[in-house]
């Protein structure tokens, strides 16, 4: 039985930038909590900013759930609990690209509007109405694929047994993350409009560029998984 264990190289190497990820994370949360009332971090989102770094936090804590033999439970946070987290962080990005523009645009344009959102807490809503939304995906996707553990023959060798969660995962995985991929192509868009926004305002530069990696890795995912089985997808998933 062949599954992503503790001593190869790739677990290794990402469990260093899964600790070195968390340890910035950690740090800038850390800095953002002292400086809280300062003008830099409200601008910067205030208590959306710890909305956005707490289940990044988590998130980067779920690596070990992928590494050794599968069993319900790590499947059931690599299907569940991950994909919560990072949709809860995506949706704040999201978010607050929206705002970055909103400020220059809506607020002159639709003043109104822009006070509904404002005084009713629109970013909040947002986030936990993509909660709701993600968790009905979640659950439905539960409840048309298994999460047991299953053990498949290696196509070129069949000596050489892989353990994954389910034989549908890649397409569980797919449909759970379907919903982020949505909220990125938004972020990317809203972020995208910024372009003209004063040069101070380099937030949007960065949301692109991040927004664009995730592509990069979402487009990556797809095609290892169309492609190849077992250890790898582990490593990239």
Same mark, same amino acid.
């Given at each position: ?18 600790? #070195? ?91 109104? /509007? ?38 498949? /023959? ?36 809203? /972020? ?39 250890? #790898? ?5």
């Amino acid at each position: 039985l062949t599954f992503l264990q503790w001593h190869e190289a790739s677990t290794i190497i990402v469990t260093l930038l899964a600790a #070195l990820g968390f340890l910035c994370t950690l740090a800038i949360l850390i800095i953002f909590w002292k400086h809280f009332q300062t003008p830099v971090v409200r601008s910067a989102g205030g208590p959306m900013c710890f909305l956005m770094l707490i289940p990044l936090l988590v998130t980067y804590m779920f690596v070990p759930v992928y590494i050794g033999p599968p069993t319900v439970l790590t499947c059931l946070c690599r299907q569940v609990l991950f994909t919560l987290c990072f949709t809860i962080c995506i949706s704040c990005i999201t978010v607050r690209s929206f705002q970055i523009v909103c400020i220059f645009k809506m607020a002159s344009r639709l003043p109104r /509007a822009y006070g509904y959102w404002v005084r009713y807490h629109g970013p909040y809503l947002f986030v936990a109405s993509i909660m709701m939304l993600k968790v009905v995906i979640v659950a439905g996707s539960l409840l048309i694929t298994n999460i047991s553990p299953t053990a498949r /023959a290696d196509p070129d060798d069949p000596k050489i047994m892989f353990v994954s969660c389910n034989p549908n995962y890649p397409k569980g995985l797919l449909v759970n993350t379907s919903l982020d991929l949505v909220l990125s192509v938004v972020s990317f868009g809203f /972020a995208y409009m910024g372009k003209e926004l004063p040069t101070n305002y380099n937030e949007a530069k960065f949301i692109t560029f991040c927004m664009i990696f995730y592509f990069t890795s979402y487009l990556s995912l797809c095609t290892f998984m169309s492609v190849y089985e077992g250890v #790898l997808v582990t490593i990239l998933d």
